[in-house]
């Protein structure tokens, strides 16, 4: 991999700049490190699940009789011993703890049981008798849609919400004309740990959860409505993640785990095993896209229709946030006068869908770069010589109206990829792989480009806000420094970012990250590309703070300038002479600037406080025979305003990019008639070593103005623009429309 840095200032030694080595990392590798599934305590029960095996059904008879007379069983929980809210949600409080009359997507959990082995326990959950009378699933989006069809839930109409953006001339006319339908499939996060989690409970009638999550303190909230406890009985820290990427945000066994440990007194721990963890948690939402783009014969984009239907399955988890980034980024980086799209979000008896990897972006990207690609051929352009005429620049406005005031460099991260040296010839790496089942005939090379929009940090007005405590002490006569923040560390490296912004603020070189839990302000949710904006943020202002009183006590005013480098750091032996009057420590909430909500008519409003961009060229060989595909190289450029550690970056972008080429050509849940054909890892495929070519990586480091630093989130665009790029690049090379993700074989040779 060749890595290129534009701008990179000298880093403070092992501070922000730098890439010093992971404290986690030497024991991930030697399988040392506790992650979530490994907690234990002593006299621990273990907790199993029934769930339903149909999608839509109503529940006619519940005997927990048979359970209840397994040896060794000590608890069997329904929704009638719920002793708060029987119903949580992200966004909406739709979810049941454990369902009560209905069953809305197969997997709802339906009887809980604790037992002193595991297998004792799914034993028993096992022998639970449920009648069911089975109803028709609601599936299809379009009959979702329908507010004459039969609805998800009783109470409220499919319909979960609906985004429309208007700007300029809804009637307005073009030269050339392309149209296009696409389709998304269900893609899963795939993270390795499965949902687990140990609840103990306390002498103080109260509960402590440690669990592998990527929101503590709203998970806070929402077990404790459902204990009905007050949120302070409800301690919550957390475990050892094995990756997340969205599907962590959502609950899954926390509260169950809860109510068993509450009713035994002893603590309880719940594993879920690889098929159960497909129905435990969310998944990326299924799309089905409409687009229409207008130009003029020069190639300028004068309008863009669009309508986005989004599956978010039984309940609304973070569904309407989803909507609203397929939308407002739904025409892509793009300066268009004139847009009018739709984007809904519905109810269906499919899995429940809700945040991954790029969040309403991924779907809407794979439709307009195909549309792109489209526009090009229609008009004889070269397809990337089109998207740098329609790029925007600073200070173009978005669809939404939003101002793009920090660098748009869309056209420069074009011409990276493209100016890219050619991918090598046709090697000994054919489709097919090891299997050998293709010498290279019938193999034709493509080439493909796309590039993506993707906003970062919460939006809409949310009140997004990160909480950092820092204390400067002394410690065995040195100058030390502890963090503490209730951030979810799930493999980005927010451990290693906290402790290089603390050495580049105090010039302290030992730190040390405390255990992140809920006995600090919150740090919101390990997504949306904004933990090292956000926490880096909190820690940042709270290290300033210090240095503040440091300053004081040495008698000298503090600049009012942030961060004035005209203020020289302090020696580690000053620094100890001056805690000699006690240690300093400052507790932080830092916010970003503010966002506004969306108007509801038009779209308009400064729904997102930053932009952050990148882009792929694919090389791919076809069999055009066998409809195999091997990708030969990605070449990515983006833009990260600040590299704060330029390894863990290349480790996101490159992360983020086998993603994308996982939806591309290969993950997909498959859903028939809502019941779901391929939980687990032997028929829900991902990329293998074998599947990821070699990557060329430039990173731009063009500072945004507001936020620390001039960061960008970086975790999220590779995922947007590879998926196209890929596609792009087997279009190329057949000649195949291509309109659905992920390609199959079928799909290439037309059967």
């Not at 409080?93 to 209905?102: G, M």
């Not at 297998?119 to 449920?130: G, N």
């Not at 507010?147 to 001339?169: F, K, S, T, W, Y």
């Not at 932080?588 to 308009?604: A, F, I, K, N, S």
Request: a negative charge; hydrophobic letters at 40%; proline letters at 7%.
């Amino acid at each position: 991999m060749t890595t290129v840095h534009v701008g990179l200032p000298a880093a403070v030694d092992g501070g922000v700049g730098a890439s010093p080595q992971r404290p986690d990392g030497r024991l991930k590798v030697t399988g040392e490190f506790a992650f979530s599934s490994d907690l234990w305590a002593d006299d621990m029960l273990w907790g199993a699940t029934l769930r339903s095996p149909h999608p839509r059904a109503r529940i006619t008879a519940l005997d927990i009789g048979p359970a209840l007379r397994v040896p060794g069983v000590y608890a069997v929980l329904t929704h009638e011993d719920v002793p708060g809210a029987p119903l949580y949600g992200l966004e909406h409080v739709d979810q049941p703890v454990l369902a009560a009359r209905e069953i809305r997507y197969q997997g709802e959990p339906i009887v809980i049981v604790a037992a002193d082995h595991p297998e004792t326990a799914r034993r028993a959950a096992a022998l639970v008798e449920v009648g069911y009378d089975v109803l028709d699933p609601v599936t299809e989006l379009e009959a979702a849609l329908d507010p004459a069809g039969p609805q998800v839930h009783a109470d409220r109409p499919n319909l979960l919400r609906h985004v429309p953006i208007r700007r300029g001339d809804p009637h307005a006319t073009a030269a050339v004309v392309v149209t296009g339908e696409y389709e998304v499939g269900m893609q899963d996060q795939a993270f390795l740990g499965p949902e687990s989690g140990l609840a103990v409970p306390a002498e103080d009638g109260g509960i402590d959860l440690y669990i592998a999550t990527q929101w503590l303190h709203v998970d806070q909230r929402q077990v404790a409505a459902c204990l009905g406890l007050p949120p302070e009985k409800v301690r919550l820290t957390l475990a050892g993640v094995g990756g997340a990427f969205g599907a962590r945000e959502d609950l899954s066994m926390q509260v169950h785990a809860c109510m068993l440990a509450l009713r035994t007194g002893r603590p309880v721990k719940m594993v879920y095993g690889r098929e159960e963890s497909f129905f435990g948690h969310v998944h990326r939402h299924p799309a089905r896209l409409r687009y229409e783009h207008g130009a003029d014969a020069d190639g300028r984009v004068v309008y863009v229709k669009a309508r986005i239907l989004l599956d978010g399955g039984a309940y609304a988890s973070s569904t309407g946030a989803v909507v609203a980034n397929a939308a407002t980024l739904g025409i892509g980086p793009y300066d268009v006068p004139n847009v009018v799209m739709d984007a809904y979000g519905l109810y269906t008896n499919n899995p429940p869908c809700g945040a991954m990897r790029g969040f309403g972006a991924v779907q809407a990207c794979f439709a307009y770069e195909s549309q792109m690609d489209k526009l090009a051929a229609a008009l004889g352009l070269d397809p990337v010589e089109l998207r740098v005429r329609n790029a925007l620049t600073t200070g173009d406005r978005m669809p939404t109206g939003q101002v793009v005031e920090g660098p748009a460099p869309v056209a420069e991260l074009l011409r990276l990829v493209r100016e890219r040296p050619p991918a090598p010839a046709v090697g000994d790496f054919l489709p097919g792989g090891t299997a050998n089942t293709t010498r290279g005939e019938g193999v034709v090379r493509g080439v493909g480009f796309g590039i993506g929009i993707k906003n970062v940090c919460f939006s809409e007005g949310f009140d997004d806000f990160a909480t950092a405590r820092v204390r400067l002490e002394l410690i065995g006569g040195r100058p030390a420094v502890l963090v503490h923040t209730a951030a979810a560390e799930v493999g980005q490296g927010l451990v290693t970012v906290q402790a290089q912004i603390v050495r580049t603020e105090l010039g302290v070189e030992q730190v040390t990250i405390a255990p992140a839990d809920t006995a600090v302000g919150s740090a919101g949710s390990s997504s949306a590309s904004r933990q090292t904006y956000m926490t880096g943020g909190a820690v940042r202002a709270a290290c300033q703070a210090i240095r503040t009183r440091l300053l004081e006590r040495l008698g000298r005013a503090p600049s009012t300038t942030e961060n004035d480098k005209k203020v020289p750091f302090l020696s580690e032996e000053e620094i100890a002479d001056l805690l000699g009057e006690g240690a300093i420590e400052e507790t932080v909430e830092w916010r970003h600037r503010p966002t506004y909500p969306l108007d509801e008519e038009t779209g308009q409003g400064d729904a997102h406080v930053q932009y952050a961009f990148a882009a792929h060229r694919a090389t791919v060989d076809v069999d055009l025979e066998l409809g195999l595909v091997k990708v030969v190289e990605i070449v990515t450029a983006q833009d990260v305003g600040k590299a704060v550690n330029p390894g863990a970056v290349a480790g996101q972008i490159q992360g983020g990019t086998a993603q994308g080429l996982g939806l591309a050509l290969m993950e997909e849940i498959q859903v028939v008639d809502g019941k779901v054909r391929n939980p687990s890892f032997t028929d829900y495929l991902l990329p293998t070593i074998m599947d990821m070519p070699p990557m060329s990586l430039d990173v731009l480091e063009l500072a945004d103005p507001h936020s620390p630093y001039g960061l960008r989130g970086v975790g999220e665009p590779p995922t947007i623009s590879s998926t196209p790029a890929v596609v792009a690049a087997i279009r190329a090379a057949t000649g195949a429309a291509l309109t659905r993700v992920p390609v199959r074989p079928e799909h290439i040779v037309g059967v």
